[in-house]
């Protein structure tokens, strides 16, 4: 293909983009095809000949989209989205285009600078303290693992990089049990172990965990001659929302000189709303690493992560190696692969840029006050349906409900809902029950997308029973 090609199907390819979101509504939220449909349509073996881009793009249309479950569709309710705002994807295609390595200030000192700066932007937009600095990584499992990380590193007197943690006794993690999996595979892949990640129960409306059960969590492992390394908060689990009170634990942590992190992957993008901080982001600013994902509520297209630090020298000096090809001479600079378990990095700022400036932080904070309104809304209809019950109140734009019956009723009911196309939930657990959780947050989805789930819920409920 030449680039005279490349621009006639770069034009094809934005409007088929244009048409698919529009139609969105037509098409059902959960691919409904069965395990091998798409691979049965895929030959055995790779082509020995080019294949002109009109028949690739039939086959796309033919082939793979019937096999997608459509993220962007307004009407899925089930896991937190992966949002792509219109002009995220158009920073897209130009990061894709000009295809940078941007690990070193050097490899693209427009990509650092950038990156520097949306950084700070959303600091400011969350209400974090002067002083914070922090690095785009491509996950909050990335930055998790790099928090984690650095609590055993710096446990160790940051030896444990170079001799291993062989002989050096139980190093332990403290979390809600509300926290997400990607805790538990950061304490497997550093080798903490799943053993030595200590979960205190979360209780209340907000399901937090208990900051007295922490800390004698803490003193009995001291007392066992363990060595207590982290605390992971959270703000928003993924199950119910599950919240911590972040002052309380700060104390603990405090008390025992314990690094700390919070995990507010989704429900930090409401943090750009101030009305929502004092009840789920009071205390923030003493944590040492905060966590959250433009690319889920915010709008900006997977993936992009942003890691706040309150001091970066200590993770720098987990991650920091410098051989001599990386090394950067002259003016000093920001290497933010430094920062993070990859060397190699997406010029992800760029998205940012364009999302904030496209929709400004107003555009940004009404969309996320619809959603937590909305949220509160439909769970007040599905309260009244015969025989439901709501679970979990909202926390933000996520809650749980109940349909009459036992756990399996419930999974019939989730079932038959994807299987009917018009909207996408999914099932949890919570306090030893099945639970059907709905989070809004679809960057295009409207009220009345919304309120559809109460009818779809009610109309299927009634075929299944």
Known sequence: MDWDEFASWSKEIADWGARYHKTLRSRPVRAQTK?????????????????????????????????????????????????????????????????????????????????????????????????????????????????????????????SNRTGLSGRG?????????????????????GIGQDNLIKIAGTGPLVGMDAAKLDAAIKADLAAGHTPAGIIAITGGTGVGGSDDLVPILDVARAHDLYTHVDAAWAGAAMICPEFRNRLWRGVDGFDSIVFNPHKWLGAQFDCSVQFLRDPTSQLNTLKIEPEYLKTSGDKVTNYSEWTIPLGRRFRALKLWFLIRSYGLEGLQTRIRNHVSWAEELAEKIRELDGFEIVTEPILSLFSFRCPGDDAAQQRLVDATNDDGRIYLTQGAFEGRKIIRVQVGQFGTTREDVMMVQTVVEEVWRAVK
């Open 35 to 159: 395990p091998g449909d798409i691979a049965a349509q895929l030959p055995k073996s790779p082509p020995h000949q080019p294949e002109d881009m009109a028949t690739i793009l039939r086959d796309f249309d033919a082939i793979i989209m019937p096999g997608m479950t459509h993220w962007q569709h307004p009407r899925f309710f089930a896991y937190f989205p992966a949002n792509a705002s219109p002009p995220s994807i158009l920073a897209e295609q130009l990061v894709n285009t000009v295809a940078a390595q941007c690990m070193l200030w050097q490899t693209s000192p427009a990509a650092t600078e950038v990156e520097g700066v949306m950084v700070d932007w959303l600091r400011q937009a969350l209400g974090l303290p002067d002083g914070m600095s922090g690095v785009i990584q491509d996950s909050a499992s990335s930055a998790t693992l790099s928090a984690v990380l650095t609590m055993r590193e710096r446990a160790t007197a940051f030896t």
């Open 170 to 190: 139980k190093l332990r993690i403290y979390c809600s049990d509300q926290v997400h999996s990607s805790i538990d595979r950061a304490c497997w892949v550093s």
